[in-house]
């Protein structure tokens, strides 16, 4: 079994800051990609970024990309999301994922954390 739990979010003004953690723990072994996602209040949810085992390799959504970075601490098992110039319409409860296998619709997913981003 392996727990995922997601920290950071919060309330921040249009152009602002946050950095987003997530902790994989349990059985999670090595070799893993992990992910952020994230799901907007009316909306489905959406990918936003993706980082290798090695952290070598990084994939980003359109929409995030030059503004927000991902990167790892295996040692910690942790992922981290800085999200940088945010606005409005990064609003969402953002997701933390993983997976061994590429799809993380068969990976451990967190509960979420909330991010506002206010004018």
């Known amino acids: 079994q392996v727990q995922v739990v997601e920290s950071g979010g919060g309330l921040v003004q249009t152009g602002g800051s946050l950095r987003l953690s997530c902790a994989a723990s349990?059985?999670?072994?090595?070799?893993?990609?992990m992910g952020w996602f994230r799901q907007a209040p009316g909306k489905e949810r959406e990918f936003v970024a993706r980082?290798?085992?090695?952290?070598?390799?990084?994939n980003y959504a359109d929409s995030v990309k030059g503004r927000f970075t991902i990167s790892r601490d295996n040692a910690k098992n942790t992922v981290y999301l800085q999200m940088n110039s945010l606005k409005r319409e990064d609003t969402a409860v953002y997701y933390c994922?993983?997976?061994?296998?590429?799809?993380?619709?068969?990976?451990?997913w967190g509960q979420g954390t909330q991010v506002t981003v206010s004018s």
């Open positions: 980082i290798t085992w090695s952290g070598f390799n990084t």
């Open positions: 349990g059985r999670t072994g090595s070799g893993y990609d």
């Open positions: 994922a993983t997976s061994h296998s590429g799809d993380f619709s068969d990976g451990y």
